[in-house]
């Protein structure tokens, strides 16, 4: 029973074919981890690197407590099993099943009683004595998990396991794979192709494309919140609908223009108040993503629906419980071909039965389209702009003598923004909110998402979301906002900004001859040792062994020296100390809750989360231990 931990892992292979691009993640102990993505996308690779079969590029793989890029395969405490088996063939399955533990030299009894085990959950007790010529596919797959199982690992690694069993097997086994991690009680990390497989196994899901990680996510939240157009694509069947349009806002509602066609529909403003008012403009190109099963033919619903387009169908496919009718937004589209106005409905069978409903190729018809599950994505990124947890609230606002208006409530500006009465934009990030202020809330929603919380509050008449709040639901609670977070804009101009959280200083490690007095045979005698420190604007940083051993693994040793590194800390981790940067104080800034100093670095301006009250001349110390280090040149980052 293992965690395992993954950090910055890349893997380019000798031949310069870069396989895997900074894969981090955290895998709980007992976790079922499923790698999933089209051939090629570095599932195995990122499976290989765990196992200890590749070198790891760069980065840091632990399991347990333990870093292991170096430790051997076979003292890692994994056991793999592989897609065509690996079975010895001339030993029989209880040869096969015993032949690791043999070469461990555990005692003999010990063996047979793991054999009979694995035999037993496996339901291999009757083949013991069989060579594996003589087992099905599957049966042999039992065999390699039995001699995985015997090894009792701490991580269980299985690389497309059930690629070579045939449709019904793979069910089967998908199942019995599923029942063995909830028996084994230990980590799984299993890599497939297939969704179905990932979805219905995977406790959370890796969806990986061209060596890059898209999504680590639940199979529920990567079905109903994925990130972006490619998870959306590649997890469920028929594949999402994806539609091209524009949308635009009309007061409180969102006017949804299909392109390639002159269809147009109209939504509540609500449904997209998560949307950035950027696309909201009328001419900002989106993909609105809509499964098969929320759009419908349905007579009934069809008629109350407000959200309807016309379709002209091309074909249907029966596929036994269901029934896929495939049509084309565009009269002159082709519903044959994947574009941007292709739609798939998904009927169940009874409906496409009945008698009142015939489809005929070329039919136009009316479809209702589930604008509540709609998706939406930036056509040029591809990453949604529905997020499931937002980053900002978009509202209106006015600014009247010192106080911000927004949502029928009033917050006092603190000294340090100075603002003109205006009416304007107002950005309110979603973690900016805090308990015990003025503005008064009911909470709609609380919810549970990873580290964070996804809080749905009303605020006026407007639902607002906050992602740092652990509050009961239909509670009323009193709010606070952040003012060094939010954002202003009047005619398109940015009149309140936040304070930024980050710094960038540049500099790069060097190395020093110290002499040092050791004591030798009672004599004291001076040596040079050498040592290591971080030189940053100019001055010299003490620096950890771990920082020092990360640049010059990923630099090497010449070019650790001599490679200029970025340093980014966030501003809470600078502080005004006797000695260190050289720094101006220029002035300070009062927030209420907070205060902070603006000071000057050579020509660089930032601020210090620090009241430099009476200050002119200053140093600043950095908490390197919370600094992310960058090769800066590249913008890669090392530690
Ligand atoms: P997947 O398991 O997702 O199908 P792999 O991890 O096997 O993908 O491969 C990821 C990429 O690395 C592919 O582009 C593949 O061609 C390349 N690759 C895999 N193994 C090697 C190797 N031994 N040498 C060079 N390139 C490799």
Redesign the pocket.
């Known amino acids: 029973m293992a965690n395992l931990s993954l950090k910055h892992i890349y893997k380019v ?1 000798p ?1 310069g ?1 870069k ?1 895997v691009n900074d894969f981090n993640m955290e895998i709980a102990d007992k976790e079922f981890i499923v790698f999933v ?1 089209p ?7 990122t499976l290989r690197m765990i196992a200890g079969l590749e070198d790891i590029t760069a980065g840091e793989l632990k399991i347990g407590e333990t870093v292991v890029n170096d430790i051997e395969p076979k003292d890692r405490d994994i056991a793999m099993v592989f897609q065509n088996y690996a079975l010895y063939p001339h030993m029989t399955v209880y040869e096969n099943i015993a032949f690791g533990l043999r070469l461990k030299k555990i005692p003999k009894d010990i063996i047979h009683k793991r054999v009979i085990e694995a035999a037993e959950i496996l339901h291999l007790t009757e083949y013991l004595g069989r060579k594996p010529k003589e087992m099905s596919g599957g049966q042999r797959q039992r065999v390699s998990l039995g001699r995985a199982i015997v090894r009792e690992p701490k991580v269980m690694l299985l690389d497309e396991p059930l690629s070579n069993l045939d449709a019904k097997l793979r069910t089967q086994m998908r199942a019995e794979i599923s029942k063995l991690h909830t028996r084994l009680n230990t980590t799984f990390i299993y ?1 497939t192709h297939d969704q179905v497989e990932a979805m219905t196994m995977g406790t959370r899901i890796v969806v990986m494309k061209g ?1 890059c990680v898209q999504q680590i996510d639940t199979p529920k939240n990567l079905y109903c919140y994925p990130k972006n157009k490619f998870v959306a694509g590649f997890m469920g069947t028929p594949q999402m609908n994806f539609f091209e349009g524009t949308l635009l806002k009309k007061g409180e509602e969102v006017e949804v223009t299909f392109a390639y066609s002159d269809q147009k529909i109209t939504v509540p403003y609500s449904l997209f108040y998560k949307v950035k008012p950027s696309y909201l403009n009328g001419d900002c190109p989106v993909y609105i993503g809509l499964r098969a099963e929320d759009i419908t033919l349905e007579e009934h619903k069809v008629q109350k629906s407000l959200t309807t387009v016309n379709i002209k169908i091309s074909h249907l496919e029966e596929l036994g419980a269901e029934t896929l009718v495939y049509g084309d937004l565009n009269m002159g589209g082709d519903g044959y071909v994947e574009s941007s106005t292709r739609c798939i409905v998904k009927l169940n069978t009874d409906m496409s039965q009945s008698p009142k409903i015939k489809f005929t190729s070329g039919e136009v018809v009316k479809v209702a389209l589930n604008m509540q599950k709609a998706h939406l994505f930036d056509k040029v990124t591809e990453q949604s702009i529905l997020p499931k947890i937002p980053q900002n609230n978009y509202l209106d606002c006015t600014v009247e003598q010192g106080k911000l208006i927004f949502c029928g409530e009033e917050l006092a500006l603190p000294p340090a923004i100075n603002c003109p009465n205006l009416y304007g934009d107002l950005i309110i990030p979603t973690n900016a909110f805090y308990l015990g202020g003025s503005i008064k809330a009911k909470v709609l929603s609380c919810e549970r998402i990873d580290s964070n919380y996804l809080t749905a509050l009303k605020i006026g008449d407007r639902i607002l979301y906050a992602s740092n709040l652990q509050v009961e639901n239909a509670s009323f609670i009193n709010l606070g906002v952040d003012c060094k977070k939010i954002t202003v804009l009047s005619q398109g101009k940015q009149v309140i900004s936040p304070l930024p959280q980050t710094v960038c200083l540049y500099g790069k490690l060097i190395k020093q001859k110290q002499k040092v007095s050791l004591r030798v045979k009672g004599k004291i005698k001076s040596k040079n040792q050498i040592v290591f420190r971080l030189e940053i604007e100019g001055a010299q940083f003490e620096v950890s062994d771990y920082i020092t051993k990360k640049l010059i693994s990923v630099l090497g040793a010449k070019k650790a020296f001599t490679t200029p590194l970025r340093f980014e800390c966030n501003i809470s981790d600078i502080t005004f100390a006797n000695e260190g940067i050289k720094a101006k104080v220029l002035n300070l800034l009062d927030y209420g809750r907070q205060k902070f100093a603006k000071v000057a670095v050579g020509e660089k301006q930032f601020f210090v989360a620090e009241n430099g009250q009476g200050l002119k001349d200053a140093h600043l110390l950095i908490n390197l231990n919370s600094a992310s280090v960058y090769q800066a040149d590249l913008n890669v980052k090392i530690v």
């Open positions: 292979y031949n074919a396989a993505g051939s090629g996308c570095g599932k195995s690779t890599v060596g």
